[in-house]
């Protein structure tokens, strides 16, 4: 569970984020005393009374745990510090000068039952030691509860890499703003619950945790076509596009078309269907006025069909959303043939096919802004975290989702989502932060065991919150 809505800064943009507020005349003392005394304020509602152990690291996260610590003594608690190393210059020395309780040093420091982690923040460079690294891990599980300051200690600020941080941290208060630690898979597992301090350092960034988002009403003057006329086109597999157009009708379009093989099985009776008989065809179809939004890859298939229906739906000048087999099918040329359109287009590989397109090194989240600035595309890297970023730097990260949709079909699902999102006039990053959202919070709704029909289901309920 992460804050949504909330601002995610890297260790370079945090620390220039402090800069920044040093030259408004914030004084450092100040920034750690009012980080110490947020963290206190959640640790002593925590603590209810029990002897508390604070670890405190050499760097400014250790001052911020002297901080801490003189804020619970001053409640009444009793509190011991564990320190390692002491700190040696700025804030983060006056902190310690000012602690009058008691101090011991890391090696031998006894359990406790509440355990606040001051070692190490956003200044971690390199794997703890070993030493240092079993200690911690020791006394968080003998703890009953473990807090920790802005990161667990040991992890790489900016892709949540674990450098030496245990498993069983309750829970995390990021400082100032979250971290990409906080939001990505890797982290967010070591952190427990994360909470977020407004410690006053103005904030300005283009990333951002996914929120609600803000739906609105169909008006008196609202018709079918208004709302987005989304065009779905299926392929080999009938059933991923069935599911897409259903997704795309409960997702809240005004039209939704099916386009390809006259369909089989059962379909909703307002889903209407249009037989086409090849990729001109297509091409024709598509670039009707009245068509809002394409949707083309659930089921597509791969053979030359698929391939000619895809080549042929990239010429058309349209809003687009890319899933499955067209992003199989775009393969390693992907950048190329997606930079070449005018038109926006939305890509939602899950890691499998972003990894065919894109590789790239780094964190899901760099990687994932690579993939757009080089493809023009919106990019909806899907996972148990998903990152989406926009060719303008934008990025937001939805974690926390429900496991129960790792099932096939709920990708078609998203896509479906999406294109009503697109159809209705949504667009860039936001278009795609609304699909998600509303995704997981259909699971959510959905509960346990469900199959990707039954998320359909749940969609009108997870859009009449948004309204
Ligand atoms: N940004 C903000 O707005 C605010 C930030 N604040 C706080 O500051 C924190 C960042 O502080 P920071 O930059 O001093 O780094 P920090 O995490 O304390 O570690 C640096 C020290 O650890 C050492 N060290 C590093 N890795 C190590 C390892 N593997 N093993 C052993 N040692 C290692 C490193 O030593 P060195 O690398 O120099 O040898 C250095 O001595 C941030 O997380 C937040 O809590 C708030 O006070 C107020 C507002
Ligand atoms: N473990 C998980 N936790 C949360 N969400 C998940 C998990 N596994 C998959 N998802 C989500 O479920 C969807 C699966 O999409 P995809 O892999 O394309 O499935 P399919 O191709 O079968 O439709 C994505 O939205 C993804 O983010
Ligand atoms: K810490």
Redesign the pocket.
């Known amino acids: 569970m992460i804050p949504p809505g909330a601002p995610i800064l890297t260790a370079d943009a945090m620390r220039a984020a402090e800069e920044a507020a040093f030259a408004r005349g914030i004084s450092q003392d100040e920034l750690m005393e009012r980080a110490g005394a947020a963290v206190a304020r959640e640790a002593v509602r925590f603590a209810m009374g029990r002897p508390v152990l604070v670890l405190a690291g050499p760097g400014n996260n250790g001052g911020d745990a002297y901080v801490v610590a003189r804020h619970l003594r001053q409640a009444g608690l009793d509190v011991l510090v564990a320190a390692s190393g002491a700190p040696r210059h700025g804030a983060a020395e006056r902190m310690h000068a000012r602690w009058e309780g008691p101090t011991t040093s890391l090696y031998g420091a006894p359990v406790r039952s509440v355990l606040i982690d001051g070692l190490f923040g956003t200044g971690v460079t390199r794997p703890l030691e070993r030493s240092i690294a079993a200690v911690f891990a020791e006394l968080v599980r003998g703890a009953d509860f473990t807090l920790a300051i802005d990161l667990p200690s040991g992890m790489d600020t900016d892709s949540g890499a674990e450098l030496g941080a245990p498993r069983g941290i309750d829970a995390t208060i990021a400082l100032g703003a979250l971290k990409p630690a906080h939001v990505l898979d890797d982290g967010l597992s070591r952190c427990g619950h994360v909470l977020l301090a407004d410690i006053g350092i103005p904030v300005e960034t283009g990333w951002y945790s996914v929120c609600r988002p803000a739906l609105e009403m169909p008006g008196p003057q609202s018709h079918k076509y208004s709302r987005g006329l989304v065009a779905i086109v299926e392929g080999a597999m009938p059933g991923a596009g069935r599911l897409a157009a259903r997704a795309a009708m409960a997702g809240g379009a005004g039209y939704v078309m099916l386009v390809g093989q006259t369909p089989v099985g059962p379909a909703p009776d307002a889903l209407v269907c249009r037989a086409i008989d090849d990729a001109d065809d297509l091409a024709d179809f598509l670039a009707g006025d009245r068509i809002d939004a394409v949707v083309l890859g659930p089921g597509l298939g791969r053979d030359r069909r698929a391939e000619s229906f895809l080549r042929a739906s990239l010429a058309v000048d349209k809003p687009m959303v890319l899933d499955?087999d067209a992003l199989s099918l775009l393969g390693t040329g992907a950048a190329a043939s997606l930079a070449a359109r005018e038109a926006p287009v939305w890509i939602t590989p899950?890691a499998g096919e972003f990894d065919r397109m894109f590789g790239g090194a780094g964190s899901k989240i760099d990687r994932t802004l690579e993939a757009a600035a080089a493809s023009g595309a919106t990019v909806v890297h899907?996972?148990?975290d998903?990152v989406i970023a926009g060719p303008d730097g934008s990025v937001r990260v939805l974690t926390g989702?429900?496991?129960w949709?790792?099932t096939?079909?709920?990708?078609?699902v998203?896509a479906g989502i999406l294109g009503a999102q697109v159809g209705q006039g949504s667009s860039g990053v936001d278009a795609a932060a609304a699909a998600v959202w509303l995704?997981g919070r259909a699971a959510q709704l959905a509960g346990p065991a469900f199959f990707a029909d039954q998320l359909v289901a749940e969609l009108p309920e997870a859009i009449g919150e948004c309204l």
């Open positions: 499955g899950h899907k996972g148990g998903t989702a429900s496991p949709l790792s096939a079909g709920t990708g078609d998203l995704h």
